[in-house]
């Protein structure tokens, strides 16, 4: 499972990595030149030392010489890595950019029941954390374990070939160096380090979850309850990140002591060779410099092993988010929707949604025809939001078919599903722009006249001449600087500007006070004269005046026709719906 941990996550930045080879490889060679200089520099320092003590006073040249290759060569070295770092930086800024990029997109596509199940703040979290993991990983491979896999190398071989005692020594060293540290890594930092992990994703929820609903918080004078309650997330995620980098600092102490013993061996039997002739002063200051940049490797390589561990299991939900199916896909060969007329058929529907042991919809059946105004009503829990949602293909069915204009909604292309429906949802969601971007969200290419002309339809000129800079108003994090009912009046007017030819209202007048909801009702009327109209109200004076009003009860239609003829019926649904509305409205009035 490790293994297949390992290889995914370099599956993953290979591919990032190579789609840019050119930068890639050259990246590659020019890190594995620098190295071939920074392993030369003890060799270079030997030939000084021994040029110095064989040459004269009177004849330095071959000493100038070999001091001038030493320097030559650390300006050489530094030359090649910040050469290297120039070419890293835009390897990593464009694969950061298209792994955002692209989980982005990813995430933006996933079912409507996973945002539902999701924390927004942990979902932004472990994104910018893969993304913050992936440049870390490529830093600490090219920068760190490539360089030092080639010194480590490079040095065994070279003392071999030179030493075949001191390579054996120094190569059996390493090997057992390496595999210490990464069995401390995998077996003993490895999993404290995702421990911590894990709650550093439920912190960070936890404040998006409070923070954005702080005006629910203030409204109960819950500060001190959602204190407690991030403190006992925060005290969690507290002693698993202390116990993650305790351990951390134990692999540390492990490694230092192997480091130590390693130099003793090095250093012992570089002098033994030089006390039986076998080693030259300069030989012997090479095994010290060769010591020294060995320890900076090595020391550096328990670093790298416990980095990339990190930063492997910091990659893990960028991966899943990357690999994961969409819940809801188009087919193969999904075309973009035609609508002329807008008829909706619902063709013996069974839906049910996950988790749920019986079906909400069982053999559901319904035509809309065609520019019909049609109001659902029924008490909550009976299937009528979930009517809408079905009929944007937010959750796909189990069984029949949903089709409008005779194309089933299964076999279309989502995006221009979505782009002929338009939606006024119960609680309108803003974006923190402009209020003429928000208008303009469904049709972006808008002029401004046609902006103000749907604001004006929709009311939201009543409001605007009092904002500070009218139509660029930044409206704050989802709309929360406009009052609800000023927010429902911009989804309507950003509905009016899209004019699709499916239109759903969820809800629309639910913020309105009774004069803006009249002004609403004109509007909808004309908004939705010609089009095919599904409204949502639990306020039934909406209504009224509507083609044909459905009426559910879990999941199935018990009432359907006009206002006039539902009233008829003295035991209706409907009928006593309304009466209790009215009963309850002449109470209200009274006790004012």
Known sequence: MKNAKYTRVLRFCWHYWTLWPTLFFGVLLARLLSTLIDVAVPWASGALIDAVAAGARDNPGPAIRAAAIFIGIGAVFALARNFVAFLVNRLSARSITAIGREAFAKVQRFSADWHANSFAGATVRKITRGMTAYDTFTDTVLFGLLPSFIVVTGVSVAFWWRWPVLGAIVGGSIV??????????????????????????????????????????????????????????????????????????????????????????????????????????GDVATLIATQFLINGYLRDIGQHVRTVQRTVNDMDDVL??????????????????????????????????EGQSRALYEDFSLVIPAGQRVGLVGPSGAGKSTFVKLIQRLYDVQGGAIRIDGQNVAEVQQASLREAVGLVPQEPILFHRTLA????????????????????????????????????????????????GERQRVAIARAILAGTPILILDEATSSLDSVSELYIRQAIERLSAGRTTIVIAHRLS????????????????????VHADLMQRPDGVYRRLLETQIKAGEIAEAAE
């Open 176 to 281: 057992f160096y390496v595999t210490v540290v990464v069995l401390i890594s995998v077996y003993y930092v490895r999993p404290a380090n995702v421990a911590a992990r894990e709650w550093d994703s439920r912190m960070s929820g936890t404040l998006a979850d409070s923070v954005t609903a702080n005006a629910i918080v203030k409204s109960f004078a819950s500060e001190e309850r959602e204190d407690k309650h991030f403190a006992g997330v925060a005290h969690n995620w507290e002693w698993r990140a202390i116990r993650s980098w305790d351990r951390s600092v134990v692999s540390g102490l492990v490694q230092s002591v192997m480091l130590v013993g390693l130099q003793t061996a090095m250093l012992g039997t570089g002098l033994m060779l030089w006390s039986e002739g076998k080693a030259t002063p």
């Open 320 to 353: 899943d988010f990357r690999d994961a199916t969409l819940q809801v896909a188009d087919a193969a060969n999904a075309k973009p929707i035609e609508i002329s007329r807008g008829e909706i058929v619902f063709d013996k529907v069974t839906f049910r949604y």
């Open 437 to 484: 971007e928000n208008i303009a969200y469904g049709r972006p290419d808008a002029t401004l006249d046609e902006i103000e002309e749907a604001a004006r339809l929709a009311h939201v000129d009543l409001f605007v001449k009092d904002l500070p800079k009218g139509y660029d108003t930044l409206v704050g994090e989802r709309g929360i600087k406009l009052s609800g």
């Open 542 to 561: 909406t209504i009224q005046r509507l083609d044909r009003i459905l009426v559910f009860e879990e999941g199935r239609i018990v009432e359907d026709g």
